[in-house]
């Protein structure tokens, strides 16, 4: 495929003279070879009768030439997004060809004839030869300008006969000469140089003659030779024809053959000579007087695919021979153009953008046969002829020079400008700083280094910026960067090799959010380019709200206190698929480094993370901020070196979810993480390929609905494990069996006390699905996991609902924890569900009413037990409730109230040498009388909350620590028998205070 944009100027006369010279060459050794042989008089009489025929080209029409194509068809530009059927393709070409057919039978009884008339059928067919190969219009010209530099017509005294005979052979070889349009200047030149008309004098006997105006004659003209006298004979030959004619008539048979083979070898295209028998009708000479050139005979002839003119070079009749060639043009119709991948920037058209500048070149596809049904080949050295389309606005001028940048400039109001270079990217930016525009397009069109510090480039410049690298690099000189800033950027390469971006940039003063050598802030797009940082900072960051897309490139970092090879902060979203990204970050960092956070990180397709520093990560996560990471199919990321940890986060706020790819090394999940497939390999025998963070997790837990672990040998991995096991290649699976509804309890029912109701017992469902082909029906069993004291045993329930998919947790449970989790099967597979959590608490507080006992996990629901007691109870109901402190309790933001309101109720609270944390205690109501008291061994009791008596309420405090404010108000009446109190004592309208 050729370089791009290099539209070729065919130099057609630098063409054809390298042709010519390389031809004349082969000429001159021939020639020599044949004179030797004459020399040795070697009978040469066998070569007329190999000239007579070539039975290996009978039936052939071989194509010489073809006429020349307008410029505005062989030179064409297209703009962007035109159609390739907006080139304009000619449907016919016009070609000289060279026709060797059988010839009409002769008559045994013409010989005769033809002995007595063989002079002038000689000259005839010497003059057929001579204009057998017709020249073009250029030629024309040619012939015109060398006659008049010549000054001499160049014609031969009819009476020199012996003259005459060598100057005709040389006449009829340089008639057989086509010119083409380039030879004219090669024409010119040669006459100038020799100075002479190269016309033989009349008076000179020496039998020289000048050969100058070889390339004169044309078939198309019918300007009078010179001096010679114009009368046609019968024939309609000329008196030089004829004279001519006797002149070849007298040449032995042998030296006859030989002028054969030298027409064959110095002409460019083929002419058939005929060696004649030597007999006294050869001694004879015959003259007539005639025009100088032979008229062209135009013949016609139409078919499908050509249209002919006939030129001239019908054979001799008299010769014995089955064969005849002519030189023809002719017309190929119906002509189709390919594209000629070989020479074209592409193997298609393409018209796009991204096409812009390309250059495209199409061949004919040429018909089979002629017109006549001949066999149409392709003579040697003949070039097809091409046409070039040229797409966009770049041409060829834009490549001259040293500058290293191509500028395409689009203005506010959509006008794009023509191209332009300037002389490197650091100048041309910042001239251009503030230009305003709405997009432009930066080539390379050579190396750059020109950046030898930070560079900003932001909306000043140009909204959309393109930086195309087009296989070239762009040095970063150490400590330099690019930073585009508030732009839309994209960095590309538009030829066939990768663009490169290299330099050395070290952490600056905004290290915490990933200093890097490209840095971006609004959109950032790379394809098709490698970028290399040496430095400790980043290679590529991401800041404030940046939205990231890379493809096909090649992104890396060197240094071992790198922190990051992209680095993400407080970005929108990053994608990067068929890119490598390899890392040698420092330790606990990753190659993917997550400063902040990120709306949604894809690691596509192709998309290759390594890291190759010990205890470092294939991404890491630098706080707990909002991120999401999603890990697509074909994806794969490889720890290459310490633990290979892929990695290894708890953070509360990041989200994994691995939809597929591959996974080398150690993969430790924090909490809100998915599986759904993926292969993952752990990076060593005695290591595990998933580890699950949270003890209070398992891998069900992170395993999509309907999914499993299957190990390399057959096996499932136990989902109720928080980690698979060690040395062991698992993949994430469509499950054979699995479970659709899991075991859950609802919020605030998963802690009871020991003396919990029927009621209060939560109802467990599940739902399992067969995601194999096996027919056969799902059944169910209930465990639980039962831990008592530290002590932890499996134990299968029992039960009429036991081997249901619906279970009732029983009652009269000891204190302790219970997880519960069904166990499903069908066929041969079973599957575990997960697990819910039931707590049985031997309760912080009890309540005693009438002599009934009950138990409460907190004071918060032991209040609320009296509370609903007081409430219900008639209004002249007498209440005796007491209130015991089983533990220590801290519900430092609850309130506890007992308003009896005119009813009679007497309330003890008995700290029990318990300590009660809350946030107040209300008592309230004239009929309410309460007792404050600390039956604990030590009396050591203590109350941390402040203590409000209102309305006429009673208390009385008998012993006890007392650390909250006490208030009486509203009439409240108090005696304080005894305790300790570290805090105030507020009396407001107290009736009574005693003490």
């Known amino acids: 495929m050729k370089k791009k944009n290099t539209m070729p100027e065919k130099d057609w006369q630098q063409t054809h003279e390298k042709?010519?010279?390389?031809?004349?060459?082969?000429?001159?050794?021939?020639?020599?070879?044949?004179?030797?042989?004459?020399?040795?008089?070697?009978?040469?009489?066998?070569?007329?009768?190999?000239?007579?025929?070539?039975e290996s080209e009978t039936g052939k029409t071989t194509i010489v030439s073809f006429e020349e194509l307008s410029k505005d068809i062989t030179e064409q530009t297209l703009p962007i997004g035109a159609l390739e059927s907006d080139i304009k393709f000619p449907t016919s070409l016009t070609v000289t060809v060279e026709k060797t057919t059988h010839a009409d039978g002769k008559e045994a009884d013409d010989e005769e004839d033809a002995s007595e008339t063989g002079d002038t059928e000689k000259d005839d067919a010497q003059k057929d030869d001579s204009n057998?190969?017709?020249?073009?219009?250029?030629?024309?010209?040619?012939?015109?300008?060398?006659?008049?530099?010549?000054?001499?017509?160049?014609?031969?005294?009819?009476?020199?006969?012996?003259?005459?005979?060598?100057?005709?052979?040389?006449?009829?070889?340089?008639?057989?000469?086509?010119?083409?349009?380039?030879?004219?200047?090669?024409?010119?030149?040669?006459?100038?140089?020799?100075?002479?008309?190269?016309?033989?004098?009349?008076?000179d006997k020496s039998g020289a003659s000048d050969n100058g105006n070889a390339d004169t004659k044309d078939s198309d003209t019918s300007k009078d030779s010179g001096n010679s006298d114009k009368s046609n004979n019968p024939n309609g030959s000329s008196s030089y024809d004829t004279e001519d004619t006797q002149a070849r008539a007298d040449l032995p048979s042998a030296f006859g053959a030989l002028i054969g083979q030298m027409a064959d070898t110095l002409l460019p295209h083929k002419l058939i000579v005929y060696a004649a028998e030597k007999d006294d009708a050869s001694d004879t000479a015959a003259t007539s007087d005639g025009a100088d050139n032979a008229k062209k005979t135009d013949t016609a002839s139409t078919s499908d695919n050509a249209d002919s003119v006939k030129t001239t070079g019908s054979a001799d009749a008299a010769a014995s021979s089955d064969t005849e060639t002519t030189t023809e043009k002719i017309r190929l119709k119906n002509?189709?153009?390919?594209?000629?991948?070989?020479?074209?920037?592409?193997?298609?058209?393409?018209?796009?953008?991204?096409?812009?500048?390309?250059?495209?070149?199409?061949t004919p596809v040429l018909p089979d046969e002629d017109g006549d049904g001949n066999q149409l080949v392709l003579g040697k050295d003949v070039e097809l002829p091409t046409i070039y389309v040229l797409v966009g606005e770049y041409g060829i001028a834009l490549l001259a020079g040293s500058d290293t940048v191509q500028i395409t400039e689009m203005n506010a109001d959509g006008t794009k400008k023509a191209p332009y270079t300037a002389q490197?990217?650091?100048?041309?930016?910042?001239?251009?700083?503030?230009?305003?525009?709405?997009?432009?397009?930066?080539?390379?069109?050579?190396?750059?280094?020109?950046?030898?510090?930070?560079?900003?480039?932001?909306?000043?410049?140009?909204?959309?910026?393109?930086?195309?690298?087009?296989?070239?690099?762009?040095?970063?000189?150490?400590?330099?960067?690019?930073?585009?800033?508030?732009?839309?950027?994209?960095?590309?390469?538009?030829?066939?090799?990768?663009?490169?971006?290299?330099g050395n940039y070290q952490y600056g003063q905004n290290r915490l959010k990933g200093d890097g050598l490209i840095t971006v802030d609004r959109v950032l797009k790379i394809e098709h380019v490698t970028i290399k940082n040496a430095g400790t900072g980043s290679t590529v960051a991401m800041w404030s709200g940046a939205t990231c897309t890379i493809d096909k490139a090649n992104i890396s970092g060197s240094n071992g206190s790198q922190e990051g090879v992209i680095t993400i902060c407080d970005s929108n979203a990053c994608t990067i698929t068929n890119t490598k990204v390899t890392g040698n970050v420092k330790s606990r960092y990753g190659a993917i480094m997550f400063m902040d956070s990120c709306s949604d990180c894809i690691i596509g397709g192709g998309a290759v993370i390594e890291n190759n520093n010990k205890d470092s990560r294939c991404i890491g996560v630098y706080s707990n901020s909002s991120i999401k990471i999603t890990v697509k199919k074909g994806a794969t990321l490889t720890a290459n070196a310490g633990n290979r940890i892929i990695m290894d986060n708890e953070y509360k706020k990041l989200a994994v979810n691995i939809e597929g790819g591959t996974f080398n090394g150690r993969l430790?999940?924090?909490?809100?993480?998915?599986?759904?497939?993926?292969?993952?390999?752990?990076?060593?025998?005695?290591?595990?390929?998933?580890?699950?963070?949270?003890?209070?997790?398992?891998?069900?837990?992170?395993?999509?609905?309907?999914?499993?672990?299957?190990?390399?040998?057959?096996?499932?991995?136990?989902?109720?494990?928080r980690w698979t096991d060690e040395g062991k290649k698992v993949t994430a699976v469509k499950s054979p069996l699995y479970f659709t509804t899991h075991p859950t309890i609802s919020s605030g029912a998963e802690t009871v006390m020991e003396n919990y109701t029927a009621a209060e017992a939560p109802v467990l469902t599940v739902k399992a699905v067969s995601g194999s082909d096996s027919s056969g029906s799902i059944s169910y069993q209930w465990y639980a996991d039962k831990t008592i004291n530290g002590?932890?045993?499996?134990?299968?329930?029992?039960?009429?609902?036991?081997k249901t998919a619906t279970y009732r947790i029983p009652t009269g449970l000891l204190a302790g924890t219970y997880q519960y989790y069904c166990v499903a099967t069908c066929g041969e597979y079973t599957e575990t569900s997960k697990k819910a959590v039931f707590t049985v608490e031997e309760g912080v507080a009890e309540v005693t009413v009438g002599g009934n006992t009950t138990r409460y996990a907190t004071l918060t629901k032991a209040f609320d037990a009296v509370k609903a007691t007081v409430n219900t109870a008639d209004a002249d109901a007498d209440l005796e409730i007491t209130l015991k402190i089983l533990k220590n309790i801290s519900e430092p933001e609850s309130e506890w109230k007992i308003d009896g309101g005119t009813k009679k109720v007497s309330f003890c609270m008995d700290l029990n040498g318990c300590t009660v944390t809350g946030k107040g205690l209300y008592i309230t109501g004239e009929g309410v009388e309460a007792v404050f008291k600390d039956a604990g061994t030590g009396q050591n009791g203590t109350l941390i909350a402040p203590v409000s008596i209102q309305n006429k309420a009673k208390l009385t405090v008998e012993n006890g620590n007392y650390k909250g404010v006490l208030r009486f108000l509203g009439g409240a009446a108090a005696k304080l028998k005894d305790g300790y109190y570290s805090n105030s004592i507020y009396i407001g309208k107290a009736s009574v205070l005693a003490h």
């Not at 030629?139 to 031969?156: I, L, R």
């Not at 153009?337 to 020479?343: F, R």
């Not at 390929?689 to 999509?704: G, M």
């Open 424 to 502: 490197d990217l650091a100048t041309w930016i910042n001239d251009k700083k503030s230009a305003g525009l709405q997009k432009v397009s930066i080539k390379l069109l050579n190396n750059d280094a020109s950046i030898t510090s930070t560079l900003t480039i932001d909306t000043r410049l140009a909204k959309e910026i393109e930086l195309d690298l087009d296989g070239h690099t762009l040095t970063l000189a150490d400590g330099a960067r690019l930073y585009f800033k508030r732009a839309n950027i994209t960095i590309t390469s538009s030829g066939s090799k990768e663009g490169t971006i290299t």
């Open 19 to 54: 042709i010519r010279w390389r031809e004349l060459r082969k000429r001159i050794l021939v020639m020599g070879l044949t004179v030797a042989m004459v020399a040795n008089t070697v009978d040469l009489s066998a070569l007329s009768v190999s000239a007579k025929t070539d």
């Open 132 to 203: 057998g190969d017709t020249e073009s219009s250029d030629d024309k010209k040619d012939t015109e300008s060398s006659d008049e530099k010549d000054g001499d017509s160049g014609n031969v005294d009819a009476s020199e006969t012996g003259d005459t005979e060598k100057d005709d052979v040389q006449k009829d070889d340089s008639n057989g000469d086509t010119a083409s349009s380039d030879d004219k200047k090669d024409t010119e030149s040669s006459d100038e140089k020799d100075g002479d008309s190269g016309n033989a004098d009349a008076s």
């Open 791 to 802: 002590t932890t045993t499996k134990v299968e329930q029992t039960g009429q609902d036991a």
């Open 668 to 721: 430790r999940l924090p909490d809100n993480s998915q599986i759904a497939e993926g292969t993952f390999t752990p990076a060593q025998a005695s290591g595990n390929a998933i580890w699950v963070n949270n003890p209070k997790k398992t891998l069900q837990d992170f395993l999509k609905v309907g999914y499993t672990l299957k190990y390399d040998d057959g096996t499932y991995a136990d989902l109720t494990a």
């Open 335 to 362: 002509i189709k153009w390919e594209l000629n991948v070989e020479e074209s920037d592409a193997e298609e058209f393409d018209s796009s953008e991204a096409s812009n500048g390309f250059c495209y070149a199409y």
